[in-house]
């Protein structure tokens, strides 16, 4: 049974749907762009869900054409092109917000998670990071960073993010995909990161 829901888990807060996900809380926060009407917020959302999510497993999906990727991607390495591929896409994702001129914080945000993806990317070539916490945690980081920073307390979205940060960290032990320190380091990477561009810049 905790297997089958931490499986469960470790899908509906895969690395592709967080952005998406972050995003769509973001809008929920109380947070000064939330004046935005729906449009907007829809064209943001459509834009984050295609650069974040969409490319990324259709490029994952052409690479398990060949029969020697390995689409669980268990060894580290297996993880690179998929890594370089997504920093590419976040970055296609941070000029389509520039074009409509989007609040800062939404292109900081991608710009930031390409810096995130890049490190994991050199990461990777020696260690199995874990690219689920990476997501969570520059997520929470980027809530907490903005909560700080507009003296806003989205108390509700705050803990969100932290109950979704142990859930998602206890599924990826429970499967053992990876290591206490795995999981520690990709959380603190991803939240120390996108905290420290969206507070500072």
Not at 95 to 122: N, T, Y
Not at 163 to 177: D, F, P, T
Request: proline share 4%.
């Amino acid at each position: 049974m905790a297997t089958k829901l931490a499986k469960l888990i470790s899908v509906i807060f895969h690395p592709v749907l967080i952005p998406t996900l972050g995003f769509f809380l973001l809008f929920n926060s109380g947070f000064y762009f939330s004046i935005l009407n729906w449009e907007a917020k829809r064209f943001v959302l459509l834009v984050v869900l295609f650069s974040t999510g969409i490319l990324p497993i259709m490029s994952v999906a052409i690479l398990a054409l060949n029969p020697k990727f390995n689409i669980l991607m268990e060894n580290s390495r297996d993880r690179i092109i998929p890594l370089l591929s997504s920093s590419i896409f976040y970055y296609i994702g941070f000029m389509l917000l520039g074009r409509m001129k989007a609040f800062p914080v939404f292109k900081l945000f991608l710009i930031a998670s390409v810096l995130v993806i890049i490190v994991l990317l050199f990461i990777s070539f020696k260690w199995k990071i874990s690219n689920h916490m990476a997501a969570v945690g520059g997520m929470t980081g980027t809530m907490f960073a903005l909560s700080f920073r507009s003296g806003v307390n989205p108390i509700f979205a705050l803990l969100t993010v932290v109950l979704i940060s142990g859930l998602v960290g206890s599924a990826r032990l429970i499967l053992n995909k990876h290591s206490i320190p795995q999981v520690i380091a990709g959380y603190g990477l991803g939240f120390s990161v996108l905290y420290l561009v969206i507070y500072f810049i």
